[in-house]
């Protein structure tokens, strides 16, 4: 039919084969498979099986290492190490079996050269060829333990069309590798792009196919974060971080000091530093703000690693109980090593920042501070009080924390605060302003 007597919409109609038995065919097979209903008490219990990627950043973003039949999409902007990161969990995967490289954006030639770059020396299976059906039946012959899409935008399908990169190209193409892997027991990585927003391009239900998402990301530097927003298997809290090098990503297993600047002298004015708690670690991130008259009457905030209302909020309590004005002026926001942060654990750093460059008034070089803070003023209690504590001391740091949790009396906690004027008054000392 040519146009939709409903919608009205031209060739919109495409040809849907039912059964007529009411079955569901098996992949790629075509015999008919009928399910049964089972009660909760009669299935046996199976643990899934886990194994080592070989790199340990990876693993603790996977919840300690890779599924047996798991999905994982990895998404990443382009040149930012996604490729890298898979070849070289191909070349120190542990296990036994064979571990297949499929790519249908780059020659034989091309990953042969990066590979020799990388130093990988296992032998890996490689298939430049981007037809899914000529990857599935290789799949079934090779029967990979590892298997690795590079990437499923590239996917081409002659049952869902003849254009790559469609949704209808992604959904068919990743259920069909995905119903692969369940069925096989391997493990999958799906590499994809993302769009302009950071997210990763081509319908939402890719994410919701798969059992875990990552996301690369970088910040100024040579750092690169691997963060998860979903995992069946582990905690989305957790983040891996690389350096770029000449020779691949190599691990950083110390990051506590990574991303703090290292000065002489006094501070500058509108630096304050705060510990951070990420996955199961701490590390201390430097905030820095300035704060200049408004150009033209109208006051902005420019923020992209810290949300810019959250700052708005903090500059208005600021406002509202220590008397600094901030609706007449323009306020910055960075992070040194353009780490992304959410926890509320810097809502105390980012006033004192904020008050600091507002006043000129500099923080002393072995303070830090910690806290949630309220609408009315409050520094609230946050988690991890302790971990914070001893990370910040280990490093040097005298650290300011709010009052009332067990744990604050650590030597190494400065002093225990219950609202903003006090944080202020125990931070600045006497050049705090009335």
Known sequence: MGRCPRCGEWNSFSEEVSSPTGGAKTLKTGRLKVSAAQSLSSIEEAEGIRFPSGIGEFDRVLGGGIMKGAAILVGGEPGIGKSTLMLQ??????????????????????????????????????????????????????????????SIQTLISAEAG????????????????????????????????????????????????????????????DVRFLRSTKNRFGSVDEVGLFTMTETGLVEVTDPSSLFLVQREGELPAGIATAP??????????????????????????????????RVSRIAAVLEKHMGL????????????????????GIDLA????????????????????TGELSLAGEVRPIP?????????????????????????????AAESVKGLKQAVTAVFGKQARE
């Not at 091309?110 to 990388?118: D, N, P, S, V």
Request: aromatic share 6%.
């Open 276 to 309: 951070v708690y990420e996955g199961s670690r701490v590390l201390l991130i430097e905030i820095q703000a300035l704060v200049v008259p408004a150009k033209g009457g109208l006051s902005r905030t420019f923020s992209d690693r810290i949300d810019p209302r």
């Open 89 to 150: 969990g191909a070349h120190r995967f542990p296990g036994p079996g064979k571990v297949l490289y499929i790519s249908g954006e780059e020659a034989p030639g091309q990953i042969k050269m990066r590979a020799r770059r990388l130093g990988v020396t296992r032998d890996i299976e490689i298939l430049c060829e981007p037809s899914l059906e000529t990857i599935l039946p290789v799949l079934r012959q090779v029967k990979p333990q590892l298997a690795i899409v590079d």
């Open 162 to 221: 003849s254009v790559p990169g469609t949704p209808n190209q992604l959904k068919y193409g990743c259920h069909e590798l995905i119903t692969w892997a369940r069925e096989a027991g391997a493990a999958l990585f799906l590499v994809a792009h993302i769009t302009k927003e950071g997210t990763i391009a081509g319908p939402k239900l890719i994410e919701h196919m798969v059992d875990t998402v990552l996301y690369f990301d970088n910040s100024q530097s």
């Open 384 to 412: 991890h009080l302790e971990k914070r504590i001893k990370t910040a001391r280990d490093l040097g740091f005298a650290l300011i924390v709010p009052a009332g949790i067990k744990g604050s009396k650590i030597p190494g």
């Open 325 to 344: 004005r901030f609706s007449d002026q323009d306020v910055y926001i960075n992070v040194a090593g353009g780490m992304m942060l959410k926890e509320t």
């Open 350 to 369: 980012i006033a004192m920042a904020l008050y600091s460059a507002r006043t000129g008034i500099s923080l002393p070089r072995e303070r830090a501070v």
